[in-house]
């Protein structure tokens, strides 16, 4: 079981990092007007999309290992509440994951509809996630 959980914090950590960084990039690339830089930011955009695809899935897949080991051991383990605000987080992430996907597309066939200062704000909403994920997973308040 350690081992699953080290992996999984391992993953989340490599997710994370992309997910903070991915954004960032987007506002860079909304800043952009010449074409030598729109193409960079679509291939480092592209780069980091994989990586951070592989660290989710990863984080994931340890994860889903991690919970069906609490599960089997622990009983009443998926009637915590804390659980379930964690499990809606991540899912959440999941969606801001895939959201981020699609801008790489947008930017990619040259569609970018949103401003740097959109980015930027966007660019908070994995941290906010990971604060509740953390909260909920070391405190459990409920």
């Known amino acids: 079981m350690l081992w699953l959980k080290a992996f999984h914090i391992v993953f989340v950590v490599a997710w994370f990092a992309g997910l903070f960084y991915l954004p960032r990039l987007f506002v860079y690339h909304s800043q952009t007007d010449d074409e030598l830089s729109h193409e960079r930011f679509k291939v480092m955009e592209r780069r980091l999309l994989a990586i951070t695809n592989l660290g989710g ?6 994860g889903i290992a991690l919970l069906g080991w609490w599960v089997t ?3 009443g383990y998926l009637s915590q509440g804390w659980l379930h605000l964690k499990l809606t987080l991540v899912l959440a992430l999941l969606a801001y994951h895939h959201w981020c996907a699609r801008l790489v597309r947008a930017f990619a ?6 401003s740097q200062l959109w980015y930027r704000w966007f660019n908070e909403v994995p941290v906010i996630m990971l604060i509740g ?3 909920m997973v070391v405190v459990k308040p409920f």
């Open 109 to 114: 066939q040259g569609r970018n509809r949103h």
């Open 57 to 62: 899935l990863l984080a994931l897949g340890f």
């Open 133 to 135: 994920i953390v909260v």
């Open 73 to 75: 051991h622990v009983e």
